[in-house]
């Protein structure tokens, strides 16, 4: 994503959902929010609005507080949720004030109403923004717990009509196995989301997974590091492997 160019050739995908983990806000570091990171992401966001792209993102909380791990140490599920909600807050009130640091209009939508500093999530407001070329950033996921943020992501695709969902990892792609640990793992260009599910390759949860086949969104994952990555993915190019209803071989 860093170091990119804006282009003005046609987009595969106009309208997209951008998913970033909270992980991929702590750059080097071992928790919390790195900002030059986040201001690189940033750049490679206004760089694809300034294509044409309309975005909206969900970014997770892990880099301050995952429910799953505080309920795996003995807090009550729903409770241990409700923080890791208010932590993709902070997240998003980071990503929104170093965008607009960089002349970048964005609006945070919590599904937690927080009045003070955020709007509530409101579905027709918010794709007024995105028609009027602001950046949208949905916060606290769907609003309720024992659901990930890439379920809340895959929700707002659909509400947002967007054209794809697009999940930024540490990795090019699907592979048939963890290629950190299989130096034998293929990727695929394509695959289909009942392959994907059969096969339990945890790309995404299964229920984010079962939205976007419902919905026949297709869901590109790229990778983060690779720098013009954004901007090749909206242009259809790249490396990534693309989730939908076709099916592929991995290579």
């Known amino acids: 994503m860093p170091g990119e160019n804006p282009e003005t050739s046609p987009l595969k995908y106009k309208r997209v959902l951008l998913k970033l983990s909270g992980e991929a806000l702590m750059g080097p570091g071992q928790f919390g929010i790195d900002i030059p990171t986040v201001e690189q992401f940033a750049r490679a966001i206004a760089n694809a609005r300034t294509a044409g792209a309309e975005i909206c993102l969900v970014i997770g909380g892990g880099n301050i507080f995952r429910g799953m791990a505080g309920a795996a140490k003995g807090m009550e599920r729903a409770q241990a949720d409700s923080m890791g909600m208010l932590?993709?807050?902070?997240?998003?009130?980071?990503?929104?004030?170093?965008?607009?640091?960089?002349?970048?209009?964005?609006?945070v939508q919590s599904a937690i109403a927080m009045d003070q500093i955020c709007e509530p999530?409101?579905?027709?407001?918010?794709?007024?923004h995105m028609?009027?070329?602001?950046?949208?950033?949905?916060?606290?996921?769907?609003?309720?717990?024992f659901f990930t943020t890439d379920t809340g992501a895959a929700l707002r695709a659909i509400e947002m009509n967007c054209d794809a969902?697009?999940?930024?990892?540490?990795?090019?792609?699907?592979?048939?196995?963890?290629?950190?640990?299989?130096?034998?793992?293929?990727?695929y260009d394509e695959i289909a989301y009942q392959e994907l599910l059969v096969k339990d390759l945890r790309v995404m949860d299964?229920?984010?997974?079962?939205?976007?086949?419902?919905?026949?969104?297709p869901i590109v994952v790229f990778s983060l590091k690779e720098e013009g990555s954004l901007l090749n993915v909206l242009h259809g190019r790249g490396t990534s492997t693309t989730i939908s209803n076709k099916g592929g071989v991995a290579k």
């Open 165 to 187: 969902l697009l999940k930024g990892t540490q990795v090019d792609g699907v592979y048939t196995a963890d290629p950190k640990l299989d130096k034998n793992a293929m990727r």
């Open 206 to 217: 299964s229920s984010a997974v079962s939205l976007m086949r419902d919905n026949n969104i």
């Open 131 to 145: 028609e009027k070329g602001r950046v949208v950033i949905f916060a606290a996921g769907i609003g309720n717990p």
């Open 87 to 107: 932590a993709t807050v902070m997240n998003a009130l980071a990503m929104q004030s170093v965008l607009e640091s960089q002349g970048v209009p964005t609006r």
């Open 121 to 128: 999530y409101i579905r027709r407001r918010a794709q007024r």
